[in-house]
């Protein structure tokens, strides 16, 4: 299944546009994530130990019905996972929608952060300068210029693990949303457990602070090891 799209009655991919991710996300919460829903995840085409196909065989294990592989500045991952889940559909077996995804790093409030691009438009112009292997220089790093181009994508901006950077999360929530980001990554696990989970606390007050300001929820495990279910 493409990654975005969807089959039409004629067999040929049909665009799935980033409102109907948004739909899918309007309705994340703790218990999401990593048995439905995983929007933060690497493979061997960053920095991750899963070699595409064995990525998408946890995620059709674990029953998934939504996903995206999240690689640092890359999209390599995305045409051998979704021919991969297109062959596994072709015979019938059950598999999640796959939505294009990748993060990306940026300048927000002058401090180094990521940033999730989600359903945006594969092989889309705008964001070829963040898909070249490492991030860009120059005007293209600030989170504003990153928000711009994500959206020129057709794609949904999401501040990943508000709680790991320098500065306080609130401060940087608060910031991404005056430049129009979509919403963030609200249940992750800081502790980095051998099993996900969410952490209660931080990850309560981010969800709390996304509502009020009308942002949208994302969940994911980030993971970079061999298992779809950690870290």
């Not at 899918?24 to 829903?37: D, F, R």
């Not at 045409?79 to 939505?99: I, K, S, Y």
């Not at 989970?197 to 090891?225: F, K, M, W, Y």
Request: proline letters at 6%; one cysteine or more.
């Amino acid at each position: 299944m493409p990654a975005g799209g969807a089959c039409g009655q004629n067999g040929r991919p049909q665009p799935v546009p980033a409102e109907a991710l948004r739909e899918v996300l309007a309705g994340v919460h703790a218990g999401s994530c990593p048995g439905e829903l995983n929007f933060h995840c690497h493979t061997i085409c960053s920095d991750g130990s899963l070699r595409p196909k064995e990525l998408g065989e946890q995620a059709v294990a674990l029953g998934l019905r939504h996903f995206a592989v999240t690689d640092h500045h890359s999209v390599q991952a995305i045409q051998p996972l979704q021919a991969w889940l297109a062959q596994q559909a072709g015979q019938g077996r059950r598999v999640p929608q796959l939505w294009a995804g990748v993060e990306i790093s940026c300048l927000l409030e002058g401090c180094l952060v990521h940033v999730l691009a989600l359903g945006f438009e594969a092989g889309h112009a705008d964001l070829e300068p963040y898909c070249q292997g490492s991030a860009p220089v120059g005007a293209a790093l600030r989170a504003q210029e990153v928000c711009r181009r994500i959206h020129g994508a057709g794609g949904l901006a999401l501040l990943a693990h508000p709680a790991r950077y320098r500065l306080p999360f609130q401060r940087l929530i608060e910031a991404a949303a005056l430049l129009g980001f979509d919403g963030a990554e609200a249940y992750y696990d800081y502790a980095m457990q051998p099993q996900w989970a969410p952490s209660p606390l931080v990850c309560e007050a981010i969800a709390s602070q996304l509502d009020n300001l009308g942002l949208l929820r994302s969940c994911g495990t980030d993971t970079h090891g061999l298992h779809l279910s950690g870290r």
